[in-house]
């Protein structure tokens, strides 16, 4: 895409940035096939390669942004699937998040909405804010229908969406160190987050159990926000602010005792922790801070995937289709198929139902001269279908079964 940037505009980064972001979209549209918005309303302007069109123009002509554009860049979800199949790479994420504070330091929003954007910044990214915000939530969720009448459709829905019980978090708050259960194979901090420790716990409480289990001891620098929420609504400074916050508290137990990972349970905190690096390129005091935090941060599945677990005792022998669509018809919805009949011989085949839904390894070379083969028809003890399913329920305080405890 061909750009008309001054050099004076050039001279700014972010502008400088946007302008190599632009540079590279080819209008090939391949981008509308994965938008929610687009594929939803249908309006080339909801969609990534029409609102790159509205911010190269507000941002080529420096002019304020209007309700038109504010419209359908507010309309985009940052869900970023246009990234994931963009072939020539666009770095839209960086565009609209530039564009986003453009339109915050440009536009005047109608009262209403600078009213509850205010509320969300100031709420959302506080844990105790954001509790007792739910909890006085619940005593209106019974006026959310004369909200909507009144117009105020955004508080409706949200006092819809407020659950009717708040999960106890087991983990605690502040500084938290959780031992590991037997010799430490390393060491990781792990961010809480400000929505998950309220609306879920268990995530971060389960996280915890599992690597401590394993050998990890897992610290918990510092209660707060990671700076996502704020940086999504605009408002760069706080956004960069909760940053620094997070990189001090990271960079403290980084120069002690060292860490292997920084470990994120939650996508989105897992992108702007990511994003550090860029966020903070031009802060000479925070950029080589910030860029190795970036590094060194991880979602969760990232890092259990190089620890090379040990496996439980293994299944004797892969589902069948039924033993699979019984065990899925359980765990939706608590009850098994009414055809499924648990006596049914594994061996006896009825076109694929029957069959393990694995490839079976070839046989040895005993199992050819008549050994007892252990599998379908083998006749070893493990030839009887198996259920055999660990859940965690995500009781207890969270190092009660690593056997570590939070100081």
């Not at 419209?71 to 199949?85: E, G, P, V, W, Y």
């Not at 506080?126 to 209106?140: E, I, K, M, Y």
């Not at 690096?277 to 259990?304: N, P, Q, W």
Request: with cysteine; hydrophobic share 35%.
């Amino acid at each position: 895409m061909q750009t008309s940037f001054t050099l004076a505009q050039l001279a700014d980064p972010d502008t400088a940035e946007a302008d190599r972001i632009l540079r590279a979209c080819v209008h090939c549209g391949f981008c509308t096939a994965t938008c929610p918005t687009y594929v939803l309303l249908g309006d080339e302007l909801d969609s990534p390669r029409g609102r790159i069109y509205l911010i190269k123009d507000m941002l080529e002509n420096d002019r304020p942004a209007t309700a038109e554009v504010v419209k359908h860049i507010d309309r985009c979800l940052s869900c970023l699937a246009c990234m994931t199949t963009c072939p020539s790479g666009v770095h839209y994420m960086h565009l609209v998040d530039h564009a986003r504070d453009h339109i915050e330091r440009t536009y005047t929003r109608p009262l209403g909405d600078r009213l509850l954007r205010a509320i969300l910044a100031r709420v959302l990214p506080h844990n105790s804010r954001f509790r007792r915000a739910l909890s006085a939530a619940r005593l209106g969720k019974p006026f959310a229908r004369l909200f909507a009448g009144l117009g105020f459709n955004p508080v409706a829905a949200m006092l819809r969406l407020a659950p009717d019980r708040l999960p106890v978090n087991t983990t605690g708050r502040g500084r938290r160190r959780f031992s590991p259960a037997g010799p430490r194979r390393g060491r990781i901090a792990l961010l809480d987050g400000c929505v998950g420790p309220v609306l879920a716990p268990s995530i971060n409480a389960a996280a915890i159990r599992l690597l401590t289990r394993h050998g990890i001891e897992v610290i918990v620098a510092e209660d707060g926000c990671c700076g996502a929420l704020v940086h999504h609504l605009g408002r760069e400074q706080e956004a960069l602010d909760a940053a620094r916050r997070r990189i001090d508290a990271w960079t403290a137990e980084l120069e002690g005792e060292g860490l292997d990972a920084i470990l994120v349970t939650a996508s989105g905190c897992g992108t702007m922790v990511k994003d550090y690096g860029h966020l903070l390129r031009t802060d000479s005091a925070y950029a080589d801070k910030a860029a190795r935090v970036s590094r060194l941060t991880m979602d969760i599945s990232e890092y259990l995937s190089r620890l090379k677990l040990p496996t439980t005792r293994p299944l004797p022998n892969p589902f069948t289709y039924d033993e699979m669509e019984a065990f899925l018809s359980f765990i939706q919805t608590g009850r098994l198929p009414t055809d499924y009949d648990a006596t049914r011989p594994r061996e006896q085949e009825d076109g694929n139902r029957h069959r393990p839904h694995e490839p079976q390894e070839e046989p040895r070379a005993d199992e050819e001269r008549g050994g007892n083969a252990a599998g379908p028809g083998g006749g070893g003890d493990d030839d009887a279908p198996v259920f055999e399913v660990c859940i965690d329920g995500g009781g207890g305080r969270a190092s009660d079964n690593a056997g570590g405890a939070a100081e």
